[in-house]
């Protein structure tokens, strides 16, 4: 049975860093990413990494303040979180097995966390 189990979220302040892990278990992942989805707006992609880790994607609005790395056991994926800002606030999903590689697109994700929720006051 797959499974992807999201933690690490919480409520900081802005300029605070957080890590969120996802700990994927049923099979082995290709690529993977994380998403987020602030209350009223529409899931939007943050980060996503090739299986190997050596190629990584991340939205423009977070480029050079979040960091996505895979664990050891590949079925791990963290989301290194630095210089947060209000803005960030959201719930983060995490997301394996993309059909397309390391992408985007949400829909090439087949399988997705519950998701856990991040808040950064001001």
């Known amino acids: 049975q797959v499974q992807l189990v999201e933690s690490g979220g919480g409520l900081v302040q802005a300029g605070d860093s957080l890590r969120l892990s996802c700990a994927a278990s049923?099979?082995?992942?290709?690529?993977m990413g994380w998403f987020r989805q602030a209350p009223g707006k529409e899931r939007e992609f943050v980060a996503a990494?090739?299986?190997?880790?050596?190629?990584?994607l991340y939205a423009d609005s977070v480029k050079g303040r979040f960091t996505i790395s895979r664990g050891n056991a590949k079925n791990t994926v963290y989301l290194q979180m630095n210089s947060l800002k209000p803005e960030d606030t959201a719930v983060y999903y995490c997301?394996?097995?993309?059909?397309?590689?390391?992408?985007?697109?949400?829909?090439?994700?087949?399988?997705w966390g519950q998701g856990t929720q991040v808040t950064v006051s001001s």
């Open positions: 049923g099979r082995t992942f290709n690529a």
């Open positions: 997301a394996a097995d993309s059909r397309l590689g390391v992408t985007r697109r949400a829909s090439a994700y087949d399988y």
């Open positions: 990494i090739s299986w190997s880790g050596s190629s990584t």
